[in-house]
């Protein structure tokens, strides 16, 4: 317990550490990655410095309970700044895990395109990359994937995005599963890493066999018959669509409305009944979350046709989908399966077409800047804006792939908090400042969106939504940390974590794992404030006082006394829990 596999691209050499008491005292995972992060990365560094690490940390649930799968990634991020975090489901973590490691550290930059290729006992090959140079994510994954590996593989690779540093390019796992929002797939590209395979065949230890397999058993049927986790088997979170849309919160042409006239064509249902065709699953889970659905296209006259898969989800649906205007099921995949190819972020790339849509419509930028008329709902000239984010032509696209305004301009309905793009809720105050305190500016940071919509139609009081989302998020920490995948929160309670951690050896009482998913989180905020963040100075883009939301229109004054109230809050666990050495 507590190897850590560290490895230079600069010397093109490897090791092995082993930090058991940071395992013991932090559990793996988030606060593995964010202790790891703190002793690594220089302060004030610039994201795309050799000097910059990624940590990828699987938590010790990973490999051994049900809907386990989420390695977590930590970096500085090109986007933000500051706390570069992102999680992955797919087998990655489940690979390090059988490979013997606790956390996977990559130091330096190389000084040619190079892949890794990690095994068991420190067994790491440095490869040349050109060959699979400028190829898609999607399919270096495949090129790499051996056929009949001799453990357990899993292959994160980047596209053409992150080989071209654009701030909010993503590292695609295995194909369905991405590392997102933030840019881990700019800084693997600023290293010259183009994939990482790890190869696991050992086995995982576990102090109570017999209590491990009693519980394991008792988790399963938990998740599979209770209905706790229906919603994500079925429809998957596409289920979202109909539902948000049916209390106006479904962000509409760049959050101008929270209902969309077509929301029924891009819905859950929709792609289920005519476009699904299987359900992708992580290690170890039954419910199969990544859905994944044919696209059928014409690739040359006398209608010859091609069928390749893409993969949805309710995050790419709204922000290429609802949030272009586009009705199109087919154009929505055809975006989704683009970002995915380039290696993209979906929910990011969304916001930026549709900041250039209205930018443009109000004469702020015109054909010279976008090369393409940006219009509401029009597929084929948002996968040529695409095409230009990556390959950058001129300043605008520099700007877009940025992740900015273009020279400042419409910042007012730009969706971004913390330099992160929206995600689709437009639910109320919770989800404002549920995003912006969020240490990785992320709905599921502590679903700001899920208490609007419990108390729909009750204003909420700012203080008390700050308390309660700093408690949420405090406590995901530990469900981070330990491997969960959040979908399966109302399955992993605070006894159940326990009773799981202490069948691994690693005891802890209730109270002390709220004490530890503090820490854990005041040490992302140090990191932030180390680097620069505050919340005095966030942005908060106007347009989302000014669209009603499901709870009616957003108070600026609520928005401000919250942000007063979380940074004097924040600082305060900070100070108590990790006070600058």
């Known amino acids: 317990m507590g190897d850590i596999l560290f490895v230079s691209l600069t010397e093109g050499m490897s090791w092995v550490e082993n930090r058991r008491e940071l395992i013991e005292e932090y ?10 992060l703190h002793e690594l990365c220089p302060e004030g560094v610039d994201p795309f410095s050799p000097e910059n690490p990624i940590i990828l940390a699987p938590g010790p649930f990973i490999g051994l309970y049900p809907v386990c799968s989420k390695t977590i990634a930590m970096f500085k991020s090109p986007l933000t700044g500051n706390l570069g975090e992102s999680h992955a489901g797919g087998g990655l973590g489940a690979a390090l895990r059988f490979a013997g490691y606790d956390a996977l550290v990559v130091l330096g930059a190389s000084p040619k395109p190079v892949w890794l290729d990690i095994r068991g006992d420190g067994e790491v090959g440095f490869k040349g990359s050109s060959s699979v140079q400028g190829m898609s994510a999607v399919e270096t994954v495949a090129v790499l994937k051996e056929p009949e590996p001799d453990g357990l593989q899993s292959v994160v690779a980047v596209g053409p995005a992150g080989e071209k540093f654009v701030y909010y390019a993503n590292a695609v796992v295995d194909g369905y599963n991405f590392f997102g929002r933030t840019g881990l797939g700019a800084v693997m590209g600023a290293k010259n890493l183009k994939a990482i395979r790890v190869t696991g065949c050992g086995r995982i230890g576990v102090e109570d066999l017999d209590g491990y397999k009693s519980l394991f058993e008792r988790i399963y049927e938990e998740v599979v ?5 229906r919603k994500y088997h079925d429809l998957g979170t596409p289920q979202n669509v109909l539902t948000l849309n049916s209390i106006k919160a479904l962000p509409t042409r760049n959050f101008k409305s929270g209902f969309f006239e077509h929301a029924e064509k891009i819905s859950g249902e929709y792609f289920a009944d005519n476009l699904l065709i299987r359900k992708n699953p ?17 690739f040359a006259d006398e209608h010859e046709v091609e ?48 900041w250039a849509t209205e930018a443009y419509e109000r ?41 900015r305004a273009y020279r400042g301009l419409g910042e007012d309905f730009l969706m971004t908090i913390g330099g992160v793009g929206l995600a689709g809720y437009h639910t109320g105050l919770a989800f404002v400042v549920g995003t912006a305190i969020g240490a990785r500016h992320s709905h599921v940071s502590n679903a700001g969106y899920s208490l609007d919509q419990r108390h729909l139609g009750e204003p909420l ?121």
């Not at 559990?27 to 790891?36: E, K, V």
């Not at 230009?388 to 001129?394: A, E, F, K, L």
């Not at 009603?548 to 100070?575: F, M, Q, T, W, Y």
């Open 27 to 36: 559990i793996g995972g988030s606060g593995l990655a964010i202790n790891l």
């Open 225 to 229: 018959k209770t209905g706790k986790m």
């Open 282 to 298: 992580c290690p170890l889970c039954p419910i199969g979350c990544k859905h994944v659905a044919m696209l059928r296209g014409f």
């Open 307 to 354: 069928v390749v898969e893409a993969g949805y989800d309710y995050e790419p649906v709204y922000a290429l989908g609802s949030n272009l205007g586009i009705d199109d099921p087919a154009g929505v995949l055809k975006l989704c399966l683009l970002c995915d190819s380039y290696g993209l972020d979906a929910m990011m790339t969304g916001t930026m077409l549709a």
């Open 363 to 403: 004469n702020l930028v015109g054909l010279e800047e976008t090369l393409v008329e940006p219009r509401w709902g029009d597929a084929d000239g948002y996968v040529e804006m695409v095409k230009h984010i990556v390959d950058m032509p001129n300043e605008f696209y520099v700007s877009m792939a940025q992740g």
């Open 461 to 581: 009081d700012p203080v008390k939504t700050v308390e309660t989302l700093v408690e949420e998020e405090t406590w995901r920490c530990i469900l981070e940390s330990c491997g969960v995948c959040l979908f399966a929160r109302r399955v992993y309670d605070i006894n159940l974590v326990a009773e799981a951690l202490a069948k691994l050896g690693l005891r802890r009482s209730v109270e002390e794992l709220k004490e530890t998913g503090r820490r854990i989180y005041a040490l992302k905020y140090r990191f932030k404030f180390r680097e620069g963040f505050g919340l005095k100075n966030l942005k908060i883009p106007a347009r989302l006082f000014e669209t009603p939301s499901a709870n009616g229109r957003i108070e600026p004054d609520d928005v401000k006394k919250a942000l007063e109230v979380a940074e004097h809050r924040i600082k305060e666990l900070v100070e108590r829990y990790a006070p600058a050495v």
